[in-house]
Structures are given as C-alpha cells and as structure tokens.
C-alpha cells in the first residue's frame, strides 16, 4: 500500500467514525498543505489543493489524500477546499 492510500484509507476510517464528518473533513484540509483525490480503483491522483506548493523547490510541506468516486467528487472538493489563486 502507497503512503497516499494508507493516508486516505486512514482519512476515510476517522470521516466513517466521526460524530461530525464534515469537521472532520475541514480539519484534513485545514492541517495538510497538499490533499491529493484518489479516484476509481487504480487510485489516479488529483490535486485537490496545494499545487503550489508542489512546485516549490525544497519546500516541506504536509501531505495526505481522500478517496474520491470520481473526478466530479475531486473538482468539487478543489472548489469548495482547494487553494484560491489571487489574479
């Protein structure tokens, strides 16, 4: 098992357990720098937030991952948790 998917199966245990799912949820992406989506069953990444910080020579930074059903799931989640980019 990659590190991504034992984060995300470790994100998916605490959001099943949780009396409140959706703080759970704020708080993964509130604590972590970079979330990747894994989607479908061969676990495509996608980059939910953080891509910045991905192309940052050098830089540490926390990352984990959630299992996503599909891209839908994955863009809706950079919509409403994803990094806002100043113009």
Request: charged residues 30%; contains cysteine.
């Amino acid at each position: 098992m990659t590190d991504l998917r034992k984060a995300a199966e470790d994100n998916k245990d605490r959001i099943a357990h949780a009396e409140n799912a959706g703080e759970v949820v704020r708080c993964i992406f509130r604590n972590h720098e970079v979330v990747y989506g894994l989607i479908g069953e061969d676990g495509q990444k996608f980059i939910i937030k953080g891509e910045w910080f991905l192309k940052t020579d050098g830089a540490s930074f926390k990352t984990t991952a959630m299992f996503c059903q599909d891209i839908e799931e994955a863009k809706a989640l950079r919509n409403i948790f994803g990094d806002v980019v100043q113009a």
